[in-house]
């Protein structure tokens, strides 16, 4: 995903309600050497087709996210990432669920203060935000630790001027396939809760913890995960730049008997100048190394801790170049490219798994180029709902943004 763009929302009103709309593609190809066994890849995709919608209806007492995703259709093989993992691929990212979102919220608010309940198809409260809503095509391989998504949630918030507290219930089932469902059996069994401190405008502290349910399994049986999440977002008052620092760690319990624990470190900033933008992050994450099938990015699924040869520390530095164009008034492009520097070594002795004799060197080179094209609303802020969502203080911030960039010729927006 490259950064969200500052053109003009499609937008319509119905009398009470407010409906905006939006969609977008990335094209981009694709080279990693080595990717596998000595071997250089280079492939290419249409990654994150999306069309996303968000309404609010009665002065935004109640509103409605939704965002359809197309990997399924485009991303069947999955994406060259090296060391991403999850939902039985490795080293590829997976392509996510058809319905991607689709929460309804209603909220009160008094002054500075509110409350909201939200029910639907979307993201657990719990982590950062979802890394297609960041600047960086190629996801982080701590997606599947720092956030959780994709489940049926309910979620209760309450918000003053200073702090959001947000408790959720989930079911514990990672989705298995594009067209996959959440496991009615499996409703709400799990729960999360995360607490945000916003000591002044631009800034966000936050610290989440969630209790998963056999995410692996989708009958249930598996191993729990028990997650733990914190981080500082700091935005310049221009909204011309920002710095995120995470933390997160996943540890894996067969009942009370804790078996494996994963834990992340990452650090990313944005910057814009005019049409271009330029980004940077750091990552230092360990992965659980899995018995991988005759497709050797596919591993079992559901996977379970006997299929765990290793685990192995993956530290990723990768910097972003970008440009934007916008030839029409609701249609943005924006090529960019993309260069990441990956080394890894095990971190669990002894381990059934060598990653420099499985990928021929102790370092990878992956080059991404590629061009954006989005039409009418900006990416929504994935993951947070009713009072809790930060939406209305960012189109307030964009709609302001936006009218600067005409008056002064300049295109973008701050990524949320």
Do not use: C
């Amino acid at each position: 995903m490259l950064l969200p763009v500052a053109a003009r929302a499609q937008s319509v009103h119905y009398g009470p309600a407010h409906i905006e709309f939006g969609a977008q593609a990335i094209g981009v190809g694709t080279r990693e050497s080595p990717a596998i066994h000595g071997r250089v890849l280079t492939e290419g995709y249409l990654t994150q087709p999306m069309v996303m919608a968000m309404a609010s209806f009665w002065n935004n007492a109640v509103e409605l996210k939704g965002a359809l995703d197309f990997e399924g259709v485009t991303l069947k093989r999955g994406e060259l990432n090296a060391g991403i993992h999850g939902e039985g691929y490795i080293d590829r990212r997976h392509p996510h669920t058809y319905l991607h979102e689709l929460v309804v919220s209603a909220q009160r608010k008094f002054g500075d203060n509110g409350a909201s309940l939200a029910l639907g198809k979307g993201f657990a409260p719990f982590g950062t935000d979802d890394p297609m809503a960041r600047p960086f095509e190629k996801y982080p391989i701590n997606h599947h630790l720092a956030q959780v998504l994709e489940r049926a949630v309910a979620v209760a918030s309450a918000r003053t001027r200073r702090v959001i507290l947000e408790a959720g219930l989930f079911n514990g089932d990672e989705p298995e396939s594009p067209g996959d469902v959440p496991n009615r059996k499996r409703y709400w069994d799990s729960w999360s809760s995360r607490v945000t401190l916003i000591p002044f405008p631009q800034g966000e502290l936050q610290t989440s913890f969630a209790l998963v349910r056999s995410p692996e399994n989708a009958t249930g049986g598996g191993v729990d995960h028990h997650k733990q999440s914190a981080s500082i977002r700091l935005e310049d008052a221009q909204h011309s730049g920002y710095g995120l620092l995470e933390w997160a760690r996943t540890t894996n319990y067969a009942g009370s008997s804790r078996t494996f624990a994963f834990t992340s470190l990452l650090a990313e900033t944005w910057a814009r100048y005019g049409r271009a933008s330029g980004a940077f992050r750091f990552e230092r994450t360990e992965r659980p190394d899995e018995d991988r099938l005759v497709d050797e990015f596919r591993s079992p699924l559901p996977a379970t801790d006997l299929s765990i040869n290793g685990r192995s520390q993956w530290t990723i530095i990768t910097a972003l170049l970008a440009a934007t164009f916008q030839p029409l008034e609701t249609l943005t492009l924006e090529p960019f490219a993309e260069v990441a520097r990956i080394r890894f070594r095990p971190t669990l002795s002894p381990s059934g798994f060598d990653p420099t004799q499985f990928y021929g060197s102790n370092r990878i080179w992956s080059v991404s180029v590629g061009a954006k094209l989005a039409l009418g609303m900006s990416h929504m802020r994935m993951g947070r709902y009713g009072v809790a969502s930060t939406e209305k203080r960012v189109m307030k911030m964009r709609s302001k943004e936006m009218d600067d960039m005409h008056m002064h010729g300049a295109t973008g927006s701050a990524p949320y």
